[in-house]
């Protein structure tokens, strides 16, 4: 999944970054209110979290005129403005979530966790063949079995059952998986997929390449689009 982090403070944007990565998301960074509209105006993103007080442009700012394009996209707001009044202004424009500083990192990827999980209608855990995957703790298994990826290749796997049965444009795919600042050429995908199909053979699912669609995952015994 990929997530927009939107702080001017140098050392808490990075801290903040660094360890979304380590936990599988690909993450785009802007320092500005300015910097952020345009990557939301140019980009997807599964989910944002938003600081206030930013240079160029408001964060509420950037909320309400988000949400006046009729995006969706879960926005967790994130700020040291923690005032009721700040924080009924920012749900009522549009926030799907608020967080004052200084936060513990552990919630902020809780709450960042449950906000996509709603956002995407999930259940709890998926069930595909012999493969579960919690989407809570975002841990596959196979048999009841913790099955072992890369932060790549969870990420791959999370895509792609986000559309069990449905194809995948490859850029799209991509475009999850890595983020901006990553200088990557969208074949390594590829890459991810077939070590990904490797670790899921025997587990009752398969991944698909269609032509000219990207990439489908579903049970073995199930005909691709």
Avoid: N
């Amino acid at each position: 999944m990929k997530i927009l982090l939107v702080e001017d403070h140098p050392e808490l944007c990075e801290w903040v970054a660094k360890a979304l990565r380590q936990a599988g998301y690909a993450v785009d960074t802007a320092d500005r209110g300015d910097h952020a509209e345009h990557f939301l105006l140019t980009g997807e993103y599964d989910g944002v979290l938003l600081d206030l007080s930013l240079p160029g442009k408001d964060g509420l700012e950037v909320l309400r005129d988000l949400r006046g394009r009729g995006s969706r996209v879960p926005v967790l707001i994130f700020t040291a403005r923690g005032s009721v009044e700040e924080r009924i202004k920012g749900l009522d424009l549009g926030a799907d979530d608020y967080l004052a500083k200084p936060f513990v990192l552990a919630e902020l990827e809780a709450r960042l966790k449950a906000l996509l999980r709603r956002s995407a209608g999930q259940t709890p855990v998926v069930r595909l063949g012999e493969l579960a995957f919690d989407t809570v703790s975002r841990q596959p298994s196979v048999r009841g079995q913790p099955l072992a990826l890369t932060t790549r290749e969870l990420a791959v796997l999370e895509a792609l059952l986000g559309r069990i049965g449905r194809p995948l444009a490859r850029d799209a795919l991509f475009e999850k998986v890595f983020s901006l600042e990553q200088d990557v050429r969208p074949e390594a995908i590829e890459i991810y997929v077939c070590r990904l199909r490797k670790k899921l053979d025997g587990s009752g699912v398969r991944i698909d390449t269609v032509r000219g669609l990207g990439y489908v995952i579903d049970a073995v015994g199930e005909s691709p689009p």
